[in-house]
């Protein structure tokens, strides 16, 4: 079955870090976004990706090519005009009706995807969560989807919609992003998934809901922090370096030298880079970067930037040099 994953933004709420590397990219324990992704998307049988590529779209396809042997189809959206658009632009890609597992590049999860593929019907990711009222959430008959609603302001379901969605028959879905695009129906200037699925809804199609278990987001600094916490509990590895103190979890690649310094915990440094005089905690290190005389936490450093001196919370982007006291 193919997967569609959509990664052509230009991931603005991680700047400093997406100035140089795209947001999928970004290395959250000890493997970039979309190699979480990826991984889970083969074990469940997608044998095929089509990834919609626009902002520093070379670099996706460079890596995706490098790292795996699936078939990959790059779609290039050169204009970033929403969700619904982007997949719009793969039409061409797909059989007539044929099934389809739609991701957004930014999701990493934890959910029994070989049984949502199987599903009958289409059905949406969801995830329960406190405060619906950031989200888009699905409103059920305690089986299928009666309406989406955005951001709601009364508590109408808890069931917030994760950037995961599965269409049994993907040709309604094609059709009414058509519909939307041909009749300029946009919102807060972007042609929605969102929309297009409600009209769905509307027009008689059954969706169900599936849970996902695991939801982790990536998309700002503290999402992508926290992430890479979770996913290092997850995969708890022990190594160890001479003279250096390491609190698990801990991801530290291979080629990294790490010298007088305690790391962790929830702490990710990636190859090649050097870690000399430094305490370390609830941070990522980029590759090939060089930290010394520090103390870091709650931080993220890009590749091939050097930190040296003793501030203590900072986000600085790749190649970026930095020397205080
Ligand atoms: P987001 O809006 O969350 O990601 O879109 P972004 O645009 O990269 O990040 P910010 O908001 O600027 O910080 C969710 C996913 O959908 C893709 C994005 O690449 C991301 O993986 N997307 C969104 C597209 O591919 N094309 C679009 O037109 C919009």
């Not at 670099?59 to 779609?75: A, G, N, Q, R």
């Not at 658009?85 to 890609?93: D, G, V």
Request: proline share 5%; charged share 20%; aromatic share 8%.
């Amino acid at each position: 079955m193919k997967a569609i994953i959509p990664v052509a933004g230009v991931g603005t709420r991680l700047r400093p870090h997406t100035f140089s590397q795209p947001k999928v990219l970004l290395n959250v324990a000890g493997k970039p976004i979309i190699g979480h992704i990826m991984d889970k998307l083969i074990a469940a049988g997608i044998d095929e990706a089509i990834v919609i590529v626009g902002y520093l779209g070379n670099m996706v396809e460079d890596w995706l090519l490098k790292h795996y042997s699936i078939k990959f189809t790059f779609v290039h959206q050169p204009d970033l005009l929403g969700l619904a658009h982007a997949i719009w632009m793969c039409r061409q890609n797909i059989i007539e009706n044929e099934p389809l597992f739609i991701i957004l590049g930014d999701t990493i999860f934890d959910v029994d995807l070989e049984s949502v593929l199987k599903s009958p019907f289409s059905t949406l990711g969801v995830k329960e969560v406190d405060d619906p009222r950031r989200f888009g959430v699905a409103v059920t008959d305690g089986k299928k989807i009666l309406r989406l609603v955005e951001k709601p302001d009364t508590p109408v379901s808890n069931l917030a919609i994760v950037g995961l969605y599965f269409f049994r028959q993907s040709g309604s879905l094609f059709a009414t992003i058509d519909h939307l695009i041909h009749n300029n129906i946009k919102t807060k200037g972007e042609y929605q998934l969102t929309d297009a699925l409600q009209l769905m809804i509307e027009a008689g199609e059954t969706f169900t809901t599936f849970a996902v278990s695991g939801w982790y987001d990536c998309g700002k600094p503290d999402t992508l922090l926290s992430t890479n916490k979770t996913l290092l509990e997850k995969n708890i590895t022990t190594k160890e370096y001479p003279g250096c103190i390491i609190v698990d979890p801990v991801f530290i690649a291979d080629n990294a030298s790490i010298k007088n310094a305690i790391i962790g915990p929830n702490t990710t440094i990636g190859e090649g880079s050097r870690i000399t005089d430094a305490i370390i905690r609830d941070s990522i290190i980029g590759s090939e970067a060089r930290v010394v005389h520090i103390m870091l936490h709650h931080s993220i450093i890009g590749s091939s930037a050097i930190i040296a001196g003793n501030p203590h919370e900072i986000s600085v982007g790749d190649y970026s040099e930095i020397q205080v006291g």
